[in-house]
């Protein structure tokens, strides 16, 4: 139960902080919005690091870096994704790929989910369809760019969501340490390398700064959540973060969605809650 509820309210927290990431993204860069955000989560799991308990090993650090690499993909498709699209769109696509990719690993390294589970994941296969359609009713066709940087990004956090179990369980917070320190460092240099700059946008840095550090403490609540429980249910119920960031974008920008769209964001959801239920 600890471990369900972590889990839970980091759902919460990470929905809350990809809104925000996505407001960013809209007034400013998003190469700068990942770095600045980036930057205030460090800042937060370094004041962490002296309270929570935990052991600093060359395994944790290591285990963190790559899962940092794998969030760093994510995170910048992501926003780029939130900056281009419905953000009640590329949420709940985002998600439906970052919950297929712990499940799939489990079965690779010799877990056998229930039928429950497996009928879990098809369902959300096919959620993604339907939220992926324009709410025009797709007489344009659906955007291709925004989609498929949702679900590249998925992959990225289904990715940063398995390396961070493997990091040993007594290492508490140290393997985010190691990843906001790759994350940081390979975004700057693809900026470096892009001649992209990093300078934020005036008006954007606070809300810039708050979606890193919500972004933070849900991975703190993430990475106790998985030392506490099975991969499978923690990653799962991790990706019904879409609900507040659906809301949000429905009360705070007056975001509408079509009926089929509608459909798919309860097909995916309901794919999370079967999987989570299995």
Wanted: charged share 10%; glycine share 12%; net charge positive.
């Amino acid at each position: 139960m600890t471990a369900v509820a972590l889990a839970t309210a980091c759902a919460v927290i990470f929905g809350t902080a990809d809104f925000f990431g996505g407001l960013a993204t809209r007034r400013s860069k998003v190469l700068a919005v990942v770095v600045l955000s980036q930057l205030g989560g460090l800042l937060l799991v370094a004041a962490l690091l002296p309270v929570l308990p935990g052991h600093a090993s060359t395994a944790a650090l290591a285990w963190g870096m790559a899962s940092g690499v794998a969030g760093a993909f994510g995170i910048v498709l992501f926003y780029r994704g939130l900056a281009t699209g419905m953000m009640s769109v590329i949420a709940p696509t985002t998600a439906t790929t970052a919950m297929a990719v712990p499940v799939v690993f489990g079965l690779l390294t010799g877990d056998r989910p229930s039928a429950l589970a497996l009928a879990g994941v098809a369902l959300g296969l096919f959620a993604v369809l339907l939220v992926s359609r324009e709410p025009n009713g797709g007489a344009n066709g659906p955007k291709a760019g925004p989609i498929l940087a949702a679900l590249v990004s998925g992959a990225g956090f289904g990715g940063f969501f398995v390396l961070l179990k493997l990091a040993p369980a007594d290492s508490g917070t140290w393997p985010l340490l190691g990843a906001r320190i790759a994350s940081i460092t390979l975004v700057v240099l693809l900026a470096l390398a892009t001649r992209r700059s990093l300078r934020p946008v005036p008006g954007s840095l606070r809300v810039t700064f708050a979606a890193g550090v919500l972004d933070m403490a849900a991975n703190v609540l993430y990475l106790f959540a998985a030392q506490r429980g099975m991969l499978t249910l923690v990653a799962v119920l991790v990706s019904l973060y879409p609900a507040s960031t659906l809301l949000l974008a429905r009360y705070v920008l007056g975001e509408r969605l079509s009926p089929v769209q509608i459909t798919g964001v309860g097909f995916a959801l309901g794919a999370i809650a079967l999987i989570a239920a299995a």
